[in-house]
């Protein structure tokens, strides 16, 4: 069954292929971060040091979101969604304890499960860097509690006696809000339902990073999809890309956020541009031509209805491929 009326069906297959087949939808999406979250490995910020443009050539730090950062809160957005119109049991299927190896979270992310079989994710993700340099993304706090006698006790801390003040040393760095992240989603070999499973997982996706239930808070802003016969721009270079073109139209207004419109604008013109120097075969979807399709995507993901259709066609495909090939696995292994 066709979901989307927007979009040549031949950018998809009609069913997931258990062997590389060379096509390619890729997501460019910009997350702009709305609370304090923290991407962070051993207790501090990721950041690296890299260039600051592709013509700029100066160096700075950048913070840094690693690729489990962005894919594991997005997939899990998509396993609620299963286990809430019922096609997933939580008994069934539980995230890195036991996968069922059969359904649309395991078969497009990908499992490993020791002995009894691994599939290796459809989804591609690398790690996204922010635009403005470190020390204007980032800003450090004094962590405390509250006590029901009204007084503050730093992190590990016992509550305070009365009249005592107490000590706040324990701190730690977080995001600032209004720190854009560039980052290009790649699902490979795409299905027409693996397609609307992974967009609607990146349009869903809401808080990243440690801390979720209290901070963490992020939007996903599409501007646009690309279908390839390979693999386009990293993350790094668009990111450099955007770096020039608001440096060049003076938008970088440090230490004030960037505005929204202003990255959005660069973004378009940035991937534009680098698309111009890629040497596949490649149709673009972005700016005003990806407003059709986006459109559509939203209208099937409002509604119940909508939701449902899409994940019972990614449900049958999948289960069609764990009983033609993961079964296979299975078997050999037993064997």
Known sequence: MTLLKTIDPKFFHTEIPYKPMGKYAHFLTVRVTESYPLFQTDGELNKARVRAGVEDKNTISRLSMFKRKQSTPERLVGRELLRTYGFVE???????????????????????????????????????????????????????????????????????????????????????????FPSIVTLKDPTEASFLYVCNNILRTRHYGAQTTRTGRVRNELIGVVFA???????????????????????????????????????????????????????????????????????????????????????????????????????????
């Open 90 to 180: 939580p008994e069934e299927c539980e995230y890195n304890v036991a996968f069922a190896m059969d359904n649309p979270d395991c078969i497009i992310y990908g499992f490993a499960i020791g002995d009894s079989g691994s599939e290796k994710s459809k989804v591609v993700v690398d790690t996204a860097f922010s635009i403005t340099s470190f020390d204007e993304s980032h800003e450090t706090f004094t962590l405390n509690a509250p006590f029901e006698n009204g007084t503050m006790a730093s992190k590990g801390e016992k509550g305070s006696k009365p009249g005592e003040v107490t000590s706040r040393i324990n701190q730690q760095d977080h995001i600032r809000p209004q720190v854009f």
């Open 229 to 335: 016969d390979g693999e386009i721009v990293s993350n790094l270079r668009w990111t450099q890309a955007i770096f020039d073109q608001m440096k060049a139209s003076g938008t970088l207004k440090a230490p004030d956020p960037l505005d929204e419109d202003d990255v959005a604008q660069a973004a378009t013109a940035a991937i534009q541009s680098l698309m111009e120097d890629e040497f596949i075969v490649h149709t673009d979807f972005i700016g005003e031509n990806f407003q059709d399709l986006l459109a559509e995507v939203k209208t099937l993901t409002a509604s119940e209805a909508g939701i449902h259709s899409i994940l019972k066609q990614a449900d049958d495909e999948t289960k069609a491929y764990a009983e033609k090939h993961i079964g296979k696995k299975k078997a050999a292994a037993r064997s």
